[in-house]
C-alpha cells in the first residue's frame, strides 16, 4: 500500500487497519468522530445514570445500577486508550464538558447531536425517577447492542476487539433493565408510570439511529466504518423493542 489510492481500495474491499501509523487524514478523521460519539456517550449516559442509584427502591437495585455506571465509564476509558494512541490527551478530554448536565426535559434536540460534544442527542435529556430511567435503560440498552454489534465490524482492528469485548457488558446492563421493568410493571401503578416513560423515550431512541438515508453512509461503508444503512437498524431494534415490550406488557 505505497499510495492513498491503494489504502481506499484495500479498506474498500474489507481489509483492516491496526495501528495508526497507517492510517490515512480521512480514515482518521472518521474514525476519531465515530470514537468521540461512543466515549461521549458512555461518559454522558454513566454520569446520568448515576442519579439513579440514590433513586433505586433497594439494596440489590443500587448494586445494580452502580455497576452500569462504573462498566459504563469504564468502556468509554477503554476507547479513550485508542484515541489516546491518534494524541488525544485523556485528562483534557475528561475534563472538556459536564457529562452530567441537561437540557430541559421537553427540550427539542436534533436527532443525533446537540451541544459541543459528541453524545448522542438522548443523553441530553434528564431521567425522571427510578422506573423512568429504567424503562430509558431497557430501551436504549436494545439500540446499544445494535449499534455495537455494527461497531464491532469496522475495519480498524483495534476498535472492533475492544467493542467486542464491552457488548456482552453492555449487554447485561439491559438484561438487568428489563428484570427490573419486570417487577415494575407487576403493580398497576407502575406499569402505568412505566407506560408514560416509554412514551416518552420510544421515539427518542429511535433518533440514535440517524436519518433514514445517510448522504455519507455510502463514504463510510467504503472505509469499512459501516456496513447496515440507518434505516435497516433502526427496523431491527424497532422489532426487538416491539417484542420485549410486548412480553413486559407494555406494547
Not at 474498500?12 to 495501528?19: E, H, I, K, P, Y
Not at 489516546?84 to 436534533?110: I, M, P
Amino acid at each position: 500500500m505505497s499510495s492513498m489510492a491503494n489504502i481506499d481500495d484495500y479498506l474498500a474491499q474489507g481489509g483492516v487497519l491496526t495501528s495508526p501509523d497507517n492510517v490515512p487524514p480521512r480514515y482518521r478523521g472518521e474514525l476519531l468522530r465515530l470514537m468521540s460519539s461512543f466515549v461521549d456517550s458512555e461518559l454522558a449516559g454513566s454520569a446520568g445514570f448515576a442519579d439513579a442509584i440514590n433513586m433505586a427502591p433497594g439494596i440489590k437495585e443500587r448494586i445494580a445500577a452502580s455497576r452500569i455506571v462504573l462498566e459504563k465509564t469504564d468502556h468509554a476509558e477503554r476507547v479513550l486508550d485508542l484515541m489516546a494512541e491518534f494524541g488525544t490527551d485523556k485528562a483534557r478530554y475528561n475534563s472538556a464538558h459536564d457529562w452530567a448536565a441537561r437540557l430541559d426535559r421537553d427540550a427539542k434536540v436534533a436527532a443525533r447531536r446537540q451541544g459541543a460534544d459528541m453524545r448522542l442527542a438522548v443523553f441530553h435529556l434528564p431521567l425522571q425517577g427510578w422506573i423512568d430511567a429504567v424503562a430509558m435503560n431497557v430501551l436504549m440498552g436494545l439500540a446499544t447492542d445494535i449499534h455495537l454489534a455494527e461497531m464491532a465490524k469496522v475495519s480498524y482492528a483495534p476498535l472492533a476487539e475492544t467493542i467486542r469485548d464491552i457488548r456482552p457488558r453492555e449487554k447485561r446492563h439491559t438484561e438487568l433493565g428489563i428484570e427490573e421493568l419486570g417487577k415494575v410493571v407487576a403493580d398497576e401503578t407502575g406499569r402505568e408510570e412505566a407506560c408514560v416513560s416509554v412514551a416518552y423515550w420510544r421515539p427518542r431512541v429511535a433518533d440514535t439511529f440517524g436519518e433514514a438515508q445517510s448522504q455519507g453512509f455510502e463514504r463510510l461503508r467504503a472505509m469499512g466504518l459501516r456496513s447496515r444503512p440507518n434505516d435497516e437498524l433502526l427496523h431491527e431494534w424497532q422489532a426487538v423493542a416491539n417484542r420485549q415490550l410486548q412480553e413486559l406488557g407494555l406494547a
